[in-house]
């Protein structure tokens, strides 16, 4: 059974950094599509970005809103992934997914088959 939990989250200032992480546990596929979403209370989710991986190296895509403020980068453990958010700023409050699909599509998990508990991020002064 596919399985994600997500870790990390929390309230910081603007300006600040924190790092979500996701562990991906059960029947994996030898080469997945991890990634993150957002949404902020009365808005759309937001994909944020994703890596295409073995659990161990992959290709990371950002989404244009986020680049060079956000990475997603492999974890010391295997099947464990990071979200460093840099520079954060109260737009980016809101609560956070992964997503692990089979592919990845336009920079996203396509035909998300699992999805983390979510993880809430707050930015504010």
């Known amino acids: 059974q596919l399985q994600l939990v997500e870790s990390g989250g929390g309230s910081v200032q603007p300006g600040g950094s924190l790092t979500l992480s996701c562990a991906a546990s059960?029947?994996?596929?030898?080469?997945?599509?991890l990634g993150w979403f957002r949404q902020a209370p009365g808005k759309e989710r937001e994909g944020v970005g994703s890596?295409?991986?073995?659990?161990?190296?992959?290709?990371?895509i950002i989404a244009d809103s986020v680049k060079g403020r956000f990475t997603i980068s492999h974890a010391n453990a295997k099947h464990v992934m990071d979200l460093q958010m840099n520079d954060l700023k109260p737009k980016d409050t809101g609560m956070y997914f992964c997503?692990?699909?089979?592919?990845?599509?336009?920079?996203?998990?396509?035909?998300?088959?699992?999805w983390g508990q979510g993880t809430q991020v707050t930015v504010s002064s």
């Open positions: 997503a692990y699909s089979m592919a990845c599509s336009g920079g996203l998990p396509a035909g998300v088959r699992a």
């Open positions: 890596i295409y991986t073995n659990g161990e190296r992959g290709t990371v």
């Open positions: 059960g029947d994996l596929y030898q080469w997945y599509c």
